[in-house]
């Protein structure tokens, strides 16, 4: 394999309902410490038709985490140290948007985040750093969930604004007007900062969002609750996990850098000077930003 290829491994991070991924062979859960605290839960290793997985479920085994409460960095940090270079995000969503209904899944392309009460950096006082987020989902990835998608006839857009609120309460029907008059088109809770820290660690990152409820801007139903919610959840994890199954093969081949640059995110990054680096934050982040440091 020439220094340019390198053999990918594919991080899933599975949203609520999504707990597990089947078809998985050589499975093992891993226990892995970070500098950033403990990840939502162990992680699973495993093999699919040759082709090296990481799961994490997002919530912990059972959904013991709320969303504002996750470990986003830790979260992130370890699906890097078990040598994840490509991360595929499922979360579930309410819609924002008429034609976006329950059971259907969007592929996000932007975001705007509206969370207040997280760690969103990995990068801060004796190291600062800055990437762009223009462009925070890889289109590369999402090309290849799209094809799964059009290949197993599910229902889904290409493209979307996801708008991260804080949570845990759903939204007020003032928001949820707003949001739509933002041109956003599906709400959740849990991408960002997520999505923020995929690109500091120079990992490839991609969303799929799906859809389980209108939220409360729409009239004729009523304003969202949880059993509505978990109704919806259980026949979207299943067509979650068939796609799964269906993307991992395309995502298996050796593959060059990014064309759009994610996989090197930090090149031009770092702006504090090497000599005022300190030593105790260059060790939290051998990890996440090694490549550079």
């Given at each position: 394999?020439?220094?340019?290829?390198?053999?990918?491994?594919?991080?899933?991070?599975?949203?609520?309902?999504?707990?597990?991924?089947?078809?998985?062979t050589e499975t093992r859960w891993q226990?892995?410490?970070?500098?950033?605290?403990?990840?939502?839960?162990?992680?699973?290793?495993?093999?699919?038709?040759?082709?090296?997985?990481?799961?994490?479920?997002?919530?912990?085994?059972?959904?013991?985490?709320?969303?504002?409460?996750?470990?986003?960095?830790?979260?992130?940090?370890?699906?890097?140290?078990?040598?994840?270079?490509?991360?595929?995000?499922?979360?579930?969503?309410?819609?924002?948007?008429?034609?976006?209904?329950?059971?259907?899944?969007?592929?996000?392309?932007?975001?705007?985040?509206?969370?207040?009460?997280?760690?969103?950096?990995?990068?801060?006082?004796?190291?600062?750093?800055?990437?762009?987020?223009?462009?925070?989902?890889?289109?590369?990835?999402?090309?290849?969930?799209?094809?799964?998608?059009?290949?197993?006839?599910?229902p889904h857009t290409r493209g979307g604004?996801?708008?991260?609120?804080?949570?845990?309460?759903?939204?007020?029907?003032?928001?949820?007007?707003?949001?739509?008059?933002?041109?956003?088109?599906?709400?959740?809770?849990?991408?960002?900062?997520?999505?923020?820290?995929?690109?500091?660690?120079?990992?490839?990152?991609?969303?799929?969002?799906?859809?389980?409820?209108?939220?409360?801007?729409?009239?004729?139903?009523?304003?969202?609750?949880?059993?509505?919610?978990?109704?919806?959840?259980?026949?979207?994890?299943?067509?979650?996990?068939?796609?799964?199954?269906?993307?991992?093969?395309?995502?298996?081949?050796?593959?060059?850098?990014?064309?759009?640059?994610?996989?090197?995110?930090?090149?031009?990054?770092?702006?504090?000077?090497?000599?005022?680096?300190?030593?105790?934050?260059?060790?939290?982040?051998?990890?996440?930003?090694?490549?550079?440091?």
């Amino acid at each position: 394999m020439s220094a340019a290829q390198k053999q990918p491994v594919i991080g899933i991070i599975g949203g609520s309902g999504l707990y597990h991924i089947e078809g998985l062979t050589e499975t093992r859960w891993q226990k892995v410490e970070t500098p950033w605290g403990d990840p939502s839960d162990e992680l699973l290793t495993g093999l699919y038709a040759g082709q090296k997985v990481v799961f994490l479920p997002r919530h912990g085994r059972g959904h013991k985490i709320p969303p504002s409460a996750l470990n986003y960095r830790a979260n992130i940090d370890a699906l890097k140290r078990l040598g994840v270079t490509d991360i595929l995000s499922l979360s579930a969503v309410g819609s924002l948007k008429e034609e976006l209904p329950p059971g259907h899944f969007v592929i996000v392309d932007q975001f705007i985040d509206r969370s207040f009460a997280r760690e969103k950096s990995f990068f801060g006082p004796g190291c600062v750093a800055h990437v762009s987020m223009a462009h925070p989902t890889c289109a590369r990835l999402s090309n290849a969930l799209e094809a799964s998608l059009k290949a197993l006839n599910l229902p889904h857009t290409r493209g979307g604004t996801y708008l991260v609120m804080e949570g845990p309460q759903f939204s007020t029907l003032a928001e949820s007007n707003l949001y739509r008059a933002w041109g956003c088109d599906v709400i959740g809770m849990t991408n960002m900062p997520e999505a923020k820290l995929a690109r500091e660690a120079e990992m490839d990152y991609a969303s799929v969002a799906m859809v389980t409820d209108y939220d409360c801007w729409h009239e004729e139903h009523d304003a969202v609750t949880v059993d509505q919610v978990v109704k919806v959840l259980h026949g979207n994890a299943d067509k979650a996990r068939a796609l799964v199954q269906d993307v991992l093969p395309r995502l298996a081949a050796k593959r060059g850098p990014c064309p759009h640059g994610c996989d090197t995110a930090l090149e031009y990054a770092l702006i504090t000077a090497p000599e005022a680096r300190e030593a105790a934050m260059l060790a939290k982040l051998d990890a996440v930003a090694g490549r550079v440091l």
